[in-house]
């Protein structure tokens, strides 16, 4: 029996200075996820689908491609429309950035961890408020949870690194009729009790 091939690893991008302050815009992030998550769009389509102009979905889109972030997609439309795509399937942040000597290094960092929150609350927002138009499967499917444990900071850092390799491990798993693109959200936060 020959063995099933596996699945490509997921292409994620490093962000370092440069390219952070390239993708630190509440828009750009929102095209690249949409091209992400949806595949290749022209600037007209997701300007639409995100309630912007074309003239600005198209500067952002640009301003994504001289970073690296996206590029044309060829084979896509008729004529002279243009159709991008996401150059890679993530993102990964390295909160270093955070005490950049540069203070523009740090302010792209801040507003994108900050963006990425907001990605996060709407797409929770638009969870509930679309939910009755799942079937009772996927409500059930469906998790908002938390948890507080008491932890050290290497057993935080383990637990999130096992976290992150058991939804990588779903990454191979077939698709049926029933697959749906389901969005994971982690978070793992120290907090100070009121006692401390």
Same mark, same amino acid.
């Given at each position: ?28 992030? /929102?095209?690249?996820?949409?091209? /992400?998550?949806?595949?290749? #769009? ?19 889109? =640009? ?21 991008? /795509? ?9 909160? @270093? ?6 203070? #523009?290094? =740090?302010?792209?960092?801040? *507003? ?27 409500? =059930? ?7 507080? *444990? !008491? *932890?050290?900071?290497? @057993? ?18 077939? @698709? ?6 389901? !969005? ?6 120290? =907090? ?5």
């Amino acid at each position: 029996m020959s063995e099933k091939p596996k699945a490509p690893e997921p292409q994620t991008r490093m962000l370092d200075a440069r390219s952070l302050r390239g993708l630190a815009h509440p828009l750009r992030m /929102r095209l690249l996820a949409a091209l /992400r998550h949806d595949g290749p #769009a022209t600037a007209s389509r997701l300007a639409e689908r995100l309630g912007e102009s074309s003239g600005a979905t198209s500067y952002h889109l =640009r301003q994504l491609a001289a970073h690296g972030f996206v590029e044309d997609a060829p084979g896509h439309g008729k004529g002279r429309e243009r159709w991008w /795509r996401a150059v890679h399937d993530g993102t990964a942040f390295n909160e @270093q950035l955070l005490y950049d000597e540069d203070p #523009a290094t =740090r302010g792209a960092a801040d *507003l994108f961890l900050h963006e990425i929150a907001t990605i996060h609350t709407q797409e929770m927002g638009t969870w509930l408020g679309d939910a009755h138009t799942w079937s009772p499967q996927w409500r =059930r499917s469906s998790d908002l949870s938390d948890f507080t *444990l !008491r *932890l050290t900071p290497d @057993q935080a850092a383990e637990l999130v690194a096992r976290m992150h390799e058991l939804v990588e491990s779903y990454r191979d798993v077939p @698709q049926s009729v029933d697959t749906e693109t389901v !969005r994971i959200h982690t978070h793992a936060l120290p =907090r100070r009790s009121a006692t401390e």
